[in-house]
């Protein structure tokens, strides 16, 4: 059975920084594009990060290109999240996401953790 954990979530005030985690298990996530979403009460859910997970590359939105970064430890089955110069607009759920490099639609999700950036 897949699973997606997220863990790191937390209170942080604005400019502070926080680390998401997500450990993946029950099967090979060799082949497969990693995602964080988030989404905050009242609006959409959106991509903030991608990485593959053999090849690297990354992708971000304007809204925290700069501020975030995505990586990934092969060897643990884990994904992180680095988020620096928080803002209030940040907070939301964020959800750690697994697809096959051959499609566009998200397979796999955790179930989420919640971060709250304070002014």
């Known amino acids: 059975q897949v699973q997606l954990v997220e863990s790191g979530g937390g209170l942080v005030q604005a400019g502070g920084s926080l680390r998401l985690s997500c450990a993946a298990s029950g099967r090979t996530f060799s082949s497969y594009v990693m995602g964080w979403f988030r989404q905050a009460p009242g609006k959409q859910r959106e991509l903030v990060a991608s990485?593959?997970?053999?090849?690297?590359?990354?992708v971000y939105p304007n809204s925290v290109k700069g501020r975030f970064t995505i990586s990934r430890d092969n060897a643990k089955n884990t994904v992180y999240l680095q988020m620096n110069s928080l803002k209030p607009e940040d907070t939301a759920v964020y959800y750690c996401?697994?697809?096959?490099?051959?499609?566009?639609?998200?397979?796999?999700w955790g179930q989420g953790t919640q971060v709250t950036v304070s002014s």
């Open positions: 996401a697994a697809r096959p490099q051959t499609q566009g639609a998200y397979d796999y």
């Open positions: 990485i593959t997970w053999t090849g690297g590359n990354t």
